[in-house]
């Protein structure tokens, strides 16, 4: 079951190698610096070469950093919270009980081997029932409010161009690979993730009973319909432009284009009460009108099978988990172990009941020192940036006046949310981890759901504390630091200013200048996508934004693979900023 809430613009510092492991009483690891190496030749090779030379990627990882060292001290902390709480008796009802007893009903493998696929059989017997697209529709609509998505993915937040109030979204989604061009890719490793996907959907219909010759029939069927999705999908680099992407439409208009859909009944069954919605990709939706008169109702079924099997297999017994790691860990991501399963654990609880877990989290792990620390830092970086504008030769007045407004707009969060998600209306049984997780779907849908029309509320968070990664939101105007990263070697409120500085004065200066990256520098300080730029100066800083798309074209990854300098701008243009900016603020 997915989470809904996506905001865009997260941070992706990926890849980077800082220190590892602190030694005592010393902040900085001399032993990753390559002496062999000159600086001037090489500076990345001098810096880390050492590192990258003696550091290898485990089995169930598939990269390796500082932002894994920080992770596994963050997990390991979440592991001695729910070691504590295991041995300790929990009030029926409090935030601790609901916790434990989450995890403890992911731990009980025997009770849900036991099951094997028994949880979704109710769900299969609906869609046996299917007769007509309504019920295809209908099915669909009402696995949304569980977090179920199929066909398409909502999220509910600020509309864009009126950021004070909520609205819902509707995005293109329905493909089981990760986005549409792996459907038309014909190169021997995309052909052997397809296989390797395909081999997955066969055994998602073997496991919940079909015999092997109708799964492989199936999974034809199957495969060729979501390559018809697939071809009207945008592409990745579509879907990063905020323009194209925002579509918004009276249902009463959508209702009449697109009859098959039937958009007020889904949203009546969605528990959706607007008379307007923003449609992110309206091509993929005319697609799906079309789809329900041209294809027959029994392949919509197979569709809906292999949809609600591959979202819910990670709840289901071993070799439902098994199926699903082949495909997903070992093709995809190529990791060749799958983590142990406390770990996979102690995600699903930060997933499903994450600020639950979270205040157990910062109450052990985050101190007043640290946020304070982080105020000063950002404060400074404040001051560098505006300096930075202010010295820019090719920015008119006007237009450096509104980014400074912008820059100090900046809604600013550190550490943990002003106040915690409710958890009262669910209840988690110690022994049932299906019911459990279906529990905090339907919580967060029906929260999610019940901001649609209302005004926006700023104080919500879109990481979990203990996550390992900070954000920019451009419809807040916020920048985002959960108290997670806020670790060695990012941060230590006790290191000197070069350590802080270079960690996670970089990740500031890093989301702050998502603030105003090719995406970013669309919206205004208040969150609106408006355009505050005179058109000489918008059409200067394009130009200064292909030169980084060629840049960045012309890094190769691996063998005669290169950076696809489009998709990646806006991280890179973060990354340029950001060390720029962290370097003037220590100055
Ligand atoms: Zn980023």
């Given at each position: 079951m997915k989470r809904i809430f996506i905001p865009i613009g997260f941070a992706c510092l990926l890849g980077s190698s800082f220190g590892q492991v602190k030694p005592k009483n010393q902040f900085l690891t001399l032993s990753n610096i390559d002496k062999s190496v000159k600086p001037g030749d090489n500076f990345y090779m001098y810096v880390n070469g050492s590192w990258i030379n003696n550091t290898e990627i485990p089995a169930s990882e598939s990269r390796i950093g500082a932002f894994l060292d920080v992770y596994n001290k963050s997990k390991n902390n979440l592991k001695a919270i729910f070691d504590g709480l295991g041995k300790s008796k929990n009030v029926m009802g409090s935030v601790e009980q609901k916790v434990a007893d989450f995890f403890a009903?992911?731990?009980?493998?025997?009770?849900?081997?036991?099951?094997?696929?028994?949880?979704?059989?109710?769900?299969?017997?609906?869609?046996?029932?299917?007769?007509?697209?309504?019920?295809?529709?209908?099915?669909?609509?009402?696995?949304?409010?569980?977090?179920?998505?199929?066909?398409?993915?909502?999220?509910?937040?600020?509309?864009?161009?009126?950021?004070?109030?909520?609205?819902?979204?509707?995005?293109?989604?329905?493909?089981?690979?990760?986005?549409?061009?792996?459907?038309?890719?014909?190169?021997?490793?995309?052909?052997?993730?397809?296989?390797?996907?395909?081999?997955?959907?066969?055994?998602?219909?073997?496991?919940?009973?079909?015999?092997?010759?109708?799964?492989?029939?199936?999974?034809?069927?199957?495969?060729?319909?979501?390559?018809?999705?697939?071809e009207k999908h945008l592409t990745n680099v579509e879907l990063r432009d905020p323009q194209t992407n925002y579509n918004k439409m009276s249902v009463a208009a959508l209702d009449k284009a697109m009859p098959n859909f039937g958009w007020k009944n889904v949203l009546t069954t969605m528990k959706m009460k607007?008379?307007?919605?923003?449609?992110?990709?309206?091509?993929?939706?005319?697609?799906?009108?079309?789809?329900?008169?041209?294809?027959?109702?029994?392949?919509?079924?197979?569709?809906?099978?292999?949809?609600?099997?591959?979202?819910?297999?990670?709840?289901?017994?071993?070799?439902?988990?098994?199926?699903?790691?082949?495909?997903?860990?070992?093709?995809?991501?190529?990791?060749?172990?799958?983590?142990?399963?406390?770990?996979?654990?102690?995600?699903a609880t930060d997933g499903n009941l994450s600020e639950a877990l979270g205040q157990l989290y910062v109450k052990k792990y985050f101190t007043a020192d640290a946020k304070k620390r982080m105020q000063e830092l950002i404060a400074n970086l404040q001051k560098a940036f505006e300096n930075r504008i202010n010295r820019l030769d090719w920015m008119s007045d006007a237009t450096k006046e509104k980014a400074k407004e912008k820059l100090h707009t900046f809604l600013k969060k550190i550490g943990f949310p002003d106040k915690w998600k409710d958890y009262t209306n669910v209840k988690i049984d110690k022994h049932n981890y299906f019911n459990n997780l279906l529990a905090c779907s339907k919580n967060e849908y029906a929260f999610q759901v019940s901001k649609v029309g209302k005004p926006v509320d700023k104080t919500e968070w879109g990481m979990t504390p203990s996550?390992?990664?900070?954000?920019?939101n451009p419809t807040f105007n916020e920048i985002v630091f959960p108290a997670?990263?806020?670790?060695?070697?990012?941060?230590?409120?006790?290191?000197?200013?070069?350590?802080?500085?270079?960690?996670?004065?970089?990740?500031?200066?890093?989301?702050?200048?998502?603030?105003?990256?090719?995406?970013?520098?669309?919206?205004?300080?208040?969150?609106?996508?408006?355009?505050?730029?005179?058109?000489?100066?918008?059409?200067?800083?394009?130009t200064k934004g292909e030169s980084v798309i060629s840049l960045y074209n012309g890094l190769t990854v691996l063998d005669t693979l290169h950076v696809k300098g489009a998709l990646t701008v806006g991280e890179n243009i973060a990354d340029i900023g950001g060390i720029a900016i962290a370097y003037e603020a220590f100055l």
């Open positions: 009903s992911g731990m009980d493998t025997t009770a849900i081997d036991k099951l094997g696929y028994e949880p979704i059989k109710p769900y299969l017997k609906q869609i046996d029932a299917i007769r007509d697209i309504k019920g295809v529709m209908q099915f669909i609509a009402t696995a949304q409010t569980e977090q179920n998505g199929m066909l398409f993915n909502i999220q509910i937040g600020a509309d864009e161009k009126n950021s004070a109030v909520n609205i819902p979204s509707f995005y293109q989604g329905g493909l089981g690979l990760p986005e549409r061009d792996y459907y038309f890719k014909t190169d021997a490793a995309s052909l052997d993730i397809i296989k390797a996907y395909q081999t997955f959907v066969k055994k998602m219909f073997t496991l919940s009973g079909t015999d092997e010759a109708t799964a492989n029939r199936n999974v034809e069927l199957v495969y060729n319909f979501e390559k018809l999705l697939a607007c008379d307007s919605i923003n449609v992110g990709q309206p091509k993929h939706f005319e697609n799906i009108n079309a789809l329900l008169a041209s294809t027959p109702v029994d392949t919509w079924k197979l569709y809906l099978k292999a949809a609600l099997l591959s979202n819910v297999a990670n709840a289901l017994s071993a070799d439902f988990v098994n199926a699903r790691f082949d495909y997903t860990g070992k093709a995809l991501s190529g990791t060749k172990e799958m983590k142990p399963r406390w770990e996979r654990m102690i995600q996550t390992v990664n900070a954000y920019y997670g990263i806020l670790q060695f070697p990012f941060f230590d409120p006790k290191a000197d200013d070069a350590i802080n500085y270079g960690g996670i004065g970089m990740v500031i200066g890093h989301e702050m200048t998502h603030g105003f990256d090719d995406q970013g520098a669309q919206y205004d300080k208040e969150g609106n996508m408006q355009n505050w730029w005179t058109s000489e100066d918008e059409s200067k800083f394009k």
